[in-house]
């Protein structure tokens, strides 16, 4: 059974760094893409930063320069470094494994799995 496990969130000061990090246990089979995404209240869930089987990472135009996206492959973990943290950025955050990189979307996208989130809250 693959479980993702997202943790790390907090409340930091606008200005701030937190590190997330993303726990994968089991075969996660043809998930080639794995991400993090972020929905805050009331709006829709939104790619935050994406990287390939071989390494290659995207990112939102709201977080470039901001945010790196790092995977450990032997422990099997994903990670988002989140630096100079904005207000703007306050959403639940959740990791995610699946099947490909979509150029249309900016994301990963496909079948897959889903961590259950961490809050991440910024105050000005």
């Known amino acids: 059974q693959v479980q993702l496990v997202d943790s790390g969130g907090g409340s930091v000061q606008a200005g701030g760094s937190l590190l997330l990090s993303c726990a994968v246990s089991?075969?996660?089979?043809?998930?080639?893409?794995m991400g993090w995404f972020r929905q805050a209240p009331g709006k829709e869930r939104e790619g935050v930063a994406h990287?390939?089987?071989?390494?290659?990472?995207n990112y939102a135009d709201s977080v470039k320069g901001r945010f790196t996206i790092t995977k450990d492959n032997a422990e099997n973990t994903l990670f988002l470094q989140m630096n100079s943290l904005k207000p703007e950025d306050t959403a639940i955050y959740y990791c995610?494994?699946?099947?490909?990189?979509?150029?249309?979307?900016?994301?990963?996208?496909?079948?897959?799995?889903w961590g259950r989130g961490t809050q991440v809250t910024v105050s000005s």
């Open positions: 990287i390939d089987a071989d390494g290659s990472t």
């Open positions: 089991g075969d996660t089979g043809s998930s080639n893409c």
């Open positions: 995610a494994a699946l099947t490909y990189y979509s150029d249309l979307l900016a994301a990963c996208t496909g079948f897959g799995y």
